[in-house]
Nanobody, 127 residues
Framework: QVQLVESGGELVQAGGSLRLSCAAS????????MGWFRQAPGKEREFVAA????????DYANSVKGRFTTSRDNAKNTVYLQMNSLKPEDTAVYYC????????????????????WGQGTQVTVSS
């Protein structure tokens, strides 16, 4: 059974930074792409960022491009989301997710392509 545990969410002022972590266990972490999604109250879950299995390819939603960076440490079975220049509209529960396909060359933004999900961590950005 794969487990994903996010951490790092908190209340921060606009313009501030946070780093989210997602620790994985239960299968060979380094074989799978990882994604970050977020869900604000009353809204659908949306793609934020993803990184392929090797870390050599990343993708970002337009709304976070240039502000957020995802990375991974396969030796630690952990993926990160560095969030800079945070805005109130970034307020949401952030989830990490593990791809269902091994060795995907790039990444996917589709929720349905992710097999396992963490419990989420709350990020609140005050204005």
């Amino acid at each position: 059974q794969v487990q994903l545990v996010e951490s790092g969410g908190e209340l921060v002022q606009a313009g501030g930074s946070l780093r989210l972590s997602c620790a994985a266990s239960g299968r060979t972490f380094s074989n799978y792409a990882m994604g970050w999604f977020r869900q604000a109250p009353g809204k659908e879950r949306e793609f934020v960022a993803a990184i392929n299995w090797s870390g050599g390819y990343t993708d970002y939603a337009n709304s976070v491009k240039g502000r957020f960076t995802t990375s991974r440490d396969n030796a630690k079975n952990t993926v990160y989301l560095q969030m800079n220049s945070l805005k109130p509209e970034d307020t949401a529960v952030y989830y990490c997710a593990a791809d269902r396909t091994q060795f995907r060359r790039r990444t996917t933004y589709r929720v349905s392509e992710y097999e396992y999900w963490g419990q989420g961590t709350q990020v609140t950005v005050s204005s």
